[in-house]
């Protein structure tokens, strides 16, 4: 549903909703641009994925697979899906850690435990608008795989529109998650 719009007598921009937004790819006026997110109301499309984000995308999700199969928890490793951020985001990040990977529609944020975003090109707005974006949202933690730097910019304690707490692990280590216990894992070497 549309939000109401006060009445003014200048032009001013409108933010769509995560519900307009999903209206709009069910109806096919998104095909032909790829990828499409919706990122504080505005619409946002990505350039083909190319091999090396690819690669590290099949690499990080096997090695994100293994390690939580060492776990006792109950939680599943999807790619590429949509994640309601209600009412004006639904990103869709490379890689999610959600306790609810069945259902229909957008994954729940609440389920969300760590969104992973891999960076060929991308670095600047995946750093600044994505992680303010989730930030904002409260999702517990997030990392960023920046292939040119070859490392991880990981980030957690959600406090407004940015991250309290941050390291960078390189590419090839080990990587210990923050806001899930006992989850650790080595790092792909490069993409």
């Known amino acids: ?41 505005e619409v946002f499309y990505l350039n083909a994925q190319h091999r090396p984000h690819a ?16 776990l006792d928890i109950s939680l599943a490793v999807l790619i590429e899906a949509t994640v309601a951020m209600p009412p004006h985001s ?3 990040p490379d890689l999610i850690l959600t306790s609810e990977p069945d259902g229909e529609g957008p994954v729940p944020l609440g389920s969300v435990r760590l969104l992973i975003e891999i960076a060929d090109t991308t670095q600047r707005h995946d750093l600044s608008i994505k992680a303010g974006i ?27 529109e940015t991250y309290l707490e941050t390291r960078d ?3 090839g280590a080990q990587i210990m998650a923050a806001t899930i216990a006992g989850f650790a894992m080595a790092l792909p070497v490069t993409g």
């Open 134 to 160: 989730y930030a904002e949202n409260g999702v517990p933690e997030y990392w960023v795989v920046d292939l040119k730097e070859g490392l991880v910019h990981q980030m957690w304690s959600p406090s407004g």
């Open 1 to 41: 549903m549309a939000e109401e719009l006060p009445l003014t007598t200048s032009p001013r921009p409108y933010r769509l909703t995560v519900d307009d937004f999903l209206r709009l790819d069910n109806a096919g006026a998104f095909e032909g641009l790829g990828k499409t997110e919706l990122i504080g109301g």
């Open 169 to 171: 692990v390189a590419l």
């Open 55 to 70: 690669r590290m995308k099949g690499q990080l999700h096997l090695a994100l697979v293994q390690a939580l199969g060492k």
């Open 90 to 92: 639904a990103p869709e």
